[in-house]
């Protein structure tokens, strides 16, 4: 069997004080997609943040190896590097930074990281073009100030180029439906399965069944009161659907897996 | 009578400091100022009397006029109070206090008090008079003064209001500066905060020559709401000087200072609004703006809007305009077919109006829509509608 | 004729108008507030890894006044320049002004009143006693000086197309590019050159934007300016280079007071930098500069300056006084004075660069970033005088506090009565790191014709914790992230920069936050 891509063993973790996470187990393989889906509440965005090193959020107890090794070891900064990606529910803000200076500096981050030689302003430039169109980004967003004044939609979209640009090994999506409409939503996940491929991994996170029948998970695992309660194939996220998360509310994990 | 004595030379050198630089009030050192009380008509009085059905305080020259004034529970006049006057002596204002009879209002009040205070007198007069309003924890006291100044003799008067609220206590207060523009009107506001309370006050200046009124609030608890706005319309030699300084002593408290008039004439206004974030003061999200129309090439805004801040998790900002009226919407009423003078008026009454929209009490708001419609142009034709 | 004389009514009253604008409000502020004692020892530690690097002392025999100041020591410095009669009568004259005043307490601003018996008025380097004819003969140690300075002198002016007069303590030791730049008109020397040289120009000019008696460290300037820059480009010209100078104080106990003067004949432009640097000494030492321009019709001048004096150490011991007085005149109609500062040195700074729109359609503008750490303290802004019509006047402010440094913008924007269609924007923005520094924001707006508006915005920040994550989940490090978002925040200011400039600049304050955060 070969290392998994990311393996969460018993996580329990807390924010300022309140326990979220009570016991997740989850392990990710390349070339997987995998769905998280829970109600309001249930730790989804917590689990996102907890992945990507957020400072705000303990873990008390448990593990998490990426490609085998200790991630809990790693800042926010070290696990970008190493190949997670978060595309943000809410992509904040900074104003006068330059999204391209920005993407450059992450960018040669990472391949600082990995021992590569930095891309000069050309080659950047080439690889911002090459990816913009594979979101159908405009370009001139690009100069303004990192998500500065751009709309919802737009925000979501240059998320999954960004996740383009950098091009991660585990791909984590935190509700990046949310407050997208039908064309948007179209245009986002065509950028993420354009992304789909054997070198690569996918959590997606989201609370509604309709992001999925675009980005066709092969697992599906429920999230309530921060356990994952149940998991199966992309089907019971029909049946999620269906019977609504108050049907799964109190089975423990494994008890109502066929 | 009780004789008074204060040392008006101290108004002499007063504009050569930075809280004064706007407002030269020199002339004030020559007059000889007489200190006594004398007899106003019983329909002087009456005619300010707005609110019939509330309690109703007269002040003469200072002094408390029992005949003309309808007490409550709660109300008390020359009462022993010890806190009355420890509020004002946290500032550094350089008004002089002297010798005047104190109004005190404690328990809950929620039918506004209405506070009369005249100067009067055949020749130029000083007079001070004193309020001191304590909501205990939970209360709630709504207050309005009227400050007025009979004849054209040039009087001054140096109103000294405290507020004392307790924790979870609400107080409203409503000054209103009319009467002679020939007066001077020195006021000062004292205001102290514990956790949770909530503080509006509105200030609004009709009249007077040189109305200078100074505002000091100590926020010393939690989560505490301060609300301070003012409106002026003035015009002639008029000048209005609004001075605040809000002190953010505690964290998650939000304050608010919203100050906005028209000038005509050579008409002028000063605007200084201080917010102070002490270290430690977390989550302090303030506030103040100073909105200024003129109507004349002879009239003058000035406004410094200040910030000093000791803490970097604060949210504070401030924003100053001066201009002319709004020509886009001018033109906007135009072609709905009004009139340019009446679209003008009915922009001016709609940039001032506003701050009289907050006060709830109808007798008085009446009032004052009243005066300002007589002191604005085109106010006549507002009447109309 | 009548006209005539209304005109002529006209100028005096503005000249008249000018002189009583020309003084900040001249009471007190009184200091509500110093640094607490509580200090975050480690925090400190951190913060001054990176020790000032300019802070080298240059060991060259001085040629110098005795300390302390009086009629001779002007003499002195006025013999020593070979001045003409009037302008040792116009020191006299600033002098005996200078000991009626007193120095202002207004500002927001802590520190020890400098002795003035203490202070060497003149210190010039020996070896250019007699004045160096050209740059080989300026004394090597200098040369070195410079180079460690980073200063394009010699050879690299060539290439950096940069025209440098270097300043070093008192005198001016060397002026590139003069020549070349004769052959266009363009007068580019030494302030005590131009004495000798054009003394027609100066004369017509010196102190008409400053006067004598403007303030307490300009009229210090007047009575014993010691050097400087003099720059005059003729009509229509355009100065085909940035022009330069670097000052620098070397002499222990010395205070440096240059004058710059520049003027902009009809239709002429020209883009000026100023840098600055001084060695690490544990005393204080003052700077007390006066700056003037002037711009005829259609004429610009954009001035720059990259401030990085001596701070003093992290205890806040030593460091530059900075009190320098920067005033430009937009006499003729559609001219154009472009401010544009980034400080980040200095113990304390006082200084209000500042615009008098005098001609019709004439533009100020006024572009800051002003950086305090450890016990720093920079009380600075800008001053807009609408006079003619249709003045416009656009100023950015960008104040950064870390430490315990104390970051105060005042700003005064005055539109005077016959200021039609006058406009001013305003925008000032403190950003804090930590809770022991402080940012205010003291504007005085003045509004006296009714077509005029003025706004005026001010907002505070920080770096927020959802922007260092959002930046460390793409991969960048904290500190990286944290200069990054300030440099956003200074964005404005910086793209007012020329090129080499906005690149110092960035360094700079990339030294300057070192570990202040995080």
Redesign the interface.
Known sequence: MTTPLLEIKNLHANVEGHDILKGVNLTVHLGEVHSIMGPNGSGKSTLACVLAGHEAYEVTEGEIYFMGQDLLELDADHRACAGIFLAFQYPVEIPGVSTKFFLKAAVNAMRKYRGEEELDAMDFLDLVEEKAASVKLNTDLLDRGVNEGFSGGEKKRAEIFQMAMLDPKLCVLDETDSGLDIDALRIVSDGVNKLRSSERGFVVITHYQRLLDHIVPDFVHVLIDGKIVKSGGKELALELEEKGYVAFENCDTGCCCG | MTTMTFDNKCFEKLHKTEAWMYTNVSALAKIDFALSTTFVDEQIIHGFDVTPANSFIVLINGVFNEEASRLSDGIEINAAYELAGTIASRGDSFIPSFECDTVTITNNQEKTIHILQLVTGDCATAASGSVFIHAKEGESISVAETHVCLGDSGHLFMPLTEIMAEKNSNVTLVRAIRGSNTAYQLGQLHVCQLDSSEVQTHTITLASKVSRNEVSAYLDGEHIESNFDGMYMLGQDQQVDNHLRIEHNYPNCNSREFYKGILDGNAKSVFTGRIYVKEGATDTDAKQTNQNILLSDDANAIARPQLEIYNDEVACTHGATTGEIDEEAKLYLRSRGIPADAAEALLMYAFLNESLDHLADDGFRKTLTDELLSAMPGGDFIRTL | MEEDKNMANDTKKRSEEIKRLADM??????L??SN?AAEDTQLLKETFNEKYKWGFVTDIEADSAPPGLDESTIAFISAKKEEPQWLLDWRLKAYKHWLTMEEPN?PHLTYNKPNYDEIIFYSAPKSLTDGPKSLDEVDPALLETYKKLGIPLAEHAALAGVAVDAVFDSVSVGTTYQDKLAEIGIIFCPMSEAVREHPELVKKYLGTVVPYSDNYYATLNSAVFTDGSFVYIPKGVKCPMDLSTYFRINAKSSGQFERTLIIAEEGASVSYLEGCTAPMRDENQLHAAVVELITLDNASIKYSTVQNWYPGDENGVGGIYNFVTKRGKCQGKSSRITWTQVETGSAVTWKYPSCILLGDDSVGEFYSVALTNNYQQADTGTKMIHIGKNTRSTIVSKGISAGHGQNIYRGLVKIQ?GAENARNYTQCD?M???????????????????????????????I????L??????????E?AIN??V??????VFRELPMEFAVEARRLLEVSLEASVG
Not at chain 3, 464 to 467: F, P, R, T
Not at chain 3, 471 to 477: E, L, P, V, W
């Open positions: 409000p001249d009471a007190g502020t009184l509500s507030s607490t207004w009565k403190s804090l790191m930590g809770d022991e520094c402080g940012a205010h924001t003291f504007p005085y707006i003045e509004v006296k014709n009714s077509s005029a508006k003025a706004e005026h915005e001010a907002s505070t920040s920080k927020g914790e959802d922007q994550f959002y930046c460390n989940q793409r991969g960048i490090s904290t990286d990054m978002i440099n956003g925040f200074c964005k404005e």
